[in-house]
C-alpha cells in the first residue's frame, strides 16, 4: 500500500504541473486575442482569414483549457483529502472521515465549555469544530465511532425533573408505568420528595420520557362514592382500568362531610374521561339514580375556609332533599332518585346559597368606608 506521503507529494507535483498548464493555456489564449483585435485593425480581406484561422485555434485552445481545470479541479480535491488524512496521523487515505452530527440542545450547551470540545477531540484524535447545532468532524473511521460514544457519554449526564402530584406519582408507581418507560427509553426515572420525578440519560430519550410522563398528567376527575359502596366500586375500578388504561384509586381524601369515599381517577385525558364516564354510569346503576351538573364560579375564588364551609352546607342541603351534593373544582354535583320530582326546588334552593356565599365574598373584598370626622367643636373654621 503506497503511504499517504508519498500519494501527497505525487499528488502535489501532479497539481503543480497542471496549474502550470492552466496558467501557460489561459496566456496562449490571451496572446490569440491579442492577434485577433490586432488584424481587425487591418481592415483586408487577407486579415479575415486570418481571424478565422485565429479564432479556430482559440476554440481548440478554450476546449483544452476546460479540460486542464476540471482534471486540476479533481487533483486539488485528492490533494486536500491527502492533506487532511496526514492532518489526522492515518496511514491509508480510504479511512478518512469528514461527517457533521446533529448536536442536542443540552450537548450544544455543554460544548460552549472549551475545555469539555478539548476532551472531546481528544478522545477522537480527529479535528472538530462546532457551529450552532452542527459538529463537524474530520478524522479516521475509528475516531468517528469513537467520538459517537463520547457523545453517547456526554449525553447521558443529561436530566430533566417533570413536576407530579403524589397520587399520581404514587399510581405511576404502583401500577409499574415508571418501570415500563425506563425499559422503553433507556432512563431511569428518580422520585423526587413526593412532588416530581427526574429522568436522567441521554438528551433525546430523556425528553421522550419526560414527555411520557406529563402525557399521563392531562387527566384529573373525582367522584364521590356512598360509603355502602365502596367495596364494590374498588372492583369495579380495576375492570374500568383495564378498558380505559386510567389509574383509578378510591379513598376517603375529599369526600367531605357525611362518610362515603372519593373515586379519583388520574392519566391521560381521554383515558380519564371514558374512565369517568364508565364510573359514573356504574355508580347510577347501582343506585338507580341520575345526576345534574350546576356551574358555580364562585367555588373557584373562595378561600379554603369558604370552600369547607360550603361543603358542609351542601351535606345539610343534600340531606333536606334527600339527595347527595357534591362540589368539585367549579361544578357542583346533585344527584337524586331518577324521574324524582326533587331537580326543580334543589337548583331554586342551591342558588340562594350560592348568592350567599358571592354577597358575602363582595362584602369581603369591597373597600373599607371612610370614618366619619369628628366633630371638633368649630375648631379650625
Not at 490586432?38 to 481592415?43: D, G, H, I, L, S
Not at 406529563?214 to 364521590?224: F, I, T
Request: aromatic share 4%; hydrophobic share 40%; glycine share 10%.
Amino acid at each position: 500500500m503506497v503511504s499517504v506521503v508519498a500519494l501527497l507529494e505525487a499528488a502535489s507535483a501532479r497539481s503543480a504541473e497542471l496549474d502550470a498548464e492552466c496558467a501557460a493555456t489561459k496566456e496562449e489564449l490571451a496572446e490569440i486575442d491579442r492577434q485577433v483585435a490586432a488584424k481587425r485593425e487591418e481592415k483586408t480581406i487577407k486579415a479575415q482569414d486570418a481571424i478565422r484561422e485565429l479564432l479556430k485555434g482559440k476554440e481548440s485552445g478554450m476546449k483544452r483549457a476546460k479540460t486542464l481545470e476540471a482534471a486540476a479541479g479533481h487533483v486539488r480535491k485528492a490533494l486536500a483529502k491527502l492533506q487532511a488524512a496526514q492532518a489526522a496521523g492515518l496511514d491509508d487515505w480510504r479511512d478518512l472521515r469528514n461527517e457533521t452530527v446533529k448536536l442536542s440542545d443540552f450537548a450544544k450547551e455543554q460544548l460552549k465549555d472549551s475545555g469539555v470540545l478539548a476532551e472531546l477531540q481528544k478522545s477522537c484524535s480527529g479535528s472538530l469544530s462546532v457551529e450552532g447545532a452542527q459538529l463537524s468532524f474530520v478524522g479516521g473511521a475509528g475516531g468517528l465511532e469513537k467520538l459517537k460514544q463520547a457523545l453517547d457519554s456526554l449525553e447521558s449526564g443529561f436530566s430533566c425533573s417533570v413536576e407530579v402530584d403524589a397520587l399520581m406519582l404514587r399510581l405511576l408507581e404502583t401500577r409499574g408505568a415508571l418501570k415500563r418507560l425506563e425499559d422503553k427509553h433507556g432512563v431511569t426515572i428518580s422520585p423526587q420528595g413526593g412532588a416530581s420525578v427526574v429522568v436522567a440519560g441521554p438528551a433525546a430519550k430523556a425528553g421522550q420520557a419526560a414527555k411520557a410522563v406529563r402525557w399521563y398528567l392531562s387527566g384529573k376527575a373525582e367522584l364521590h362514592c356512598p360509603r355502602e359502596f365502596v367495596a364494590a366500586a374498588k372492583v369495579q375500578a380495576k375492570e374500568v382500568e383495564g378498558d380505559t388504561g386510567a389509574y383509578i384509586e378510591i379513598s376517603r381524601q375529599g369526600s367531605g362531610f357525611g362518610g362515603g369515599s372519593t373515586i379519583q381517577i388520574r392519566g391521560d385525558a381521554e383515558c380519564v374521561q371514558d374512565a369517568e364516564a364508565q364510573m359514573r354510569q356504574w355508580l347510577d346503576d347501582r343506585e338507580g339514580k341520575c345526576r345534574v351538573f350546576v356551574d358555580v364560579e364562585i367555588l373557584k375564588t373562595m378561600a379554603e375556609d369558604q370552600v369547607r364551609q360550603f361543603t358542609d352546607d351542601l351535606w345539610h342541603f343534600g340531606e333536606k332533599f334527600q339527595i347527595s351534593a357534591h362540589a368539585a373544582g367549579g361544578v357542583v354535583e346533585l344527584r337524586g332518585p331518577a324521574g324524582g320530582p326533587w331537580e326543580g326546588p334543589a337548583r331554586a334552593e342551591l342558588k340562594m346559597i350560592v348568592d350567599y356565599y358571592a354577597a358575602e365574598a363582595a362584602k369581603a373584598s369591597a373597600p373599607a368606608k371612610a370614618e366619619p370626622a369628628a366633630d371638633d367643636g368649630g375648631w379650625g373654621a
